[in-house]
């Protein structure tokens, strides 16, 4: 059977799974209320734009009717005119004539301006509709995803549940406990590799008897580290990656200097030999 520090690497790696897993989920589900949210604030400024589009429309139909108004009156006037024989009645007419004329031009000037600023905002609006039904139907894909999403997240969550059960349960409670309760308190991780007489959770180097100790094998003797309180390992056979090039530039210089020591040994026995000789 593996030891406990084999086992408590199964489960650290599985927790770390499960831990990518919640977080997956998580980030989902606040995107979802994150798109929501943005879609309800969305709407409201489709709204408002509506009701402005509707309220410079009214404006200007008010406007035109207007217009139409005073045309129709300055209509009458004119076969008002050819009737009239008083001339102050003539100059009366006349002058209502040019005053309707007058506040044509002006609400022609009221209409052209109020145009512009319609055809503005329903520039505005129909870009805002655009990108309204866009986030909608993102979130309509997202809501209709969810469902899948969940089920497969509770898979996934259900068989690292049943494989992390059926390697916990050859762990002492105790320890089991232990690594939780530092796992909790240490972000996620209970139990780090030691490299290069370092802790792979702190990155602070560890006693060197510590590390002598870590280097036999302890079997179920379990060694912490001082700084982060992280349960240690040392992996003689070294995962791929960063941690397997540290490990090796940690283990090559030792046999390397020890030749070079053995050299210069020989060199000042041969200059020993040689002086004694001379
Ligand atoms: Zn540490």
């Not at 100059?91 to 005053?99: C, P, R, W």
Request: aromatic letters at 4%.
């Amino acid at each position: 059977m593996p030891n406990t520090i084999t086992l408590l690497r199964e489960i650290q790696r599985i927790d770390l799974q499960i831990d990518a897993l919640l977080k997956e989920e998580a980030q989902y589900r606040e995107s979802l209320e994150g798109s929501g949210e943005e879609l309800g604030g969305m709407a409201v400024s489709v709204e408002a734009l509506e009701a402005e589009v509707l309220e410079l429309s009214t404006q200007k139909k008010e406007k035109e009717e207007h217009v139409r108004q005073n045309n129709e009156r300055i209509a009458k006037d004119q076969v008002r005119l050819g009737e009239i024989k008083n001339d102050k009645q003539y100059k009366a007419v006349n002058k209502e004539i040019s005053n309707a004329e007058k506040s044509n031009k002006l609400l022609g000037m009221e209409i052209d301006a109020l145009s512009d600023r319609l055809s503005e905002k329903e520039g505005n609006l129909s870009e805002q509709q655009g990108r309204f039904t866009e986030k909608e139907a993102q979130l309509t894909g997202m809501k209709e995803d969810l469902s899948g999403k969940e089920s497969l997240w509770a898979g996934t969550r259900e068989g690292l549940d049943a494989e992390r059960g059926g390697i916990a349960k050859d762990i002492k409670p105790q320890i089991i406990n232990r690594y939780e309760r530092i796992k909790s308190r240490r972000g996620g991780i209970g139990i780090v590799n030691v490299a290069d007489e370092t802790c792979l959770g702190c990155y602070i180097q560890i006693p060197p008897q510590i590390y002598i100790h870590l280097l036999k094998d302890t079997s179920d003797d379990l060694t912490e580290c001082p700084h982060c309180h992280r349960i240690l390992y040392f992996a003689a056979e070294v995962e791929a990656g960063a941690a397997q090039e540290q490990d090796e530039v940690a283990m090559s210089p030792v046999p390397s200097e020890s030749s070079k020591e053995d050299a210069v040994a020989d060199d000042d026995e041969a200059t020993s030999e040689d002086v004694s000789k001379a």
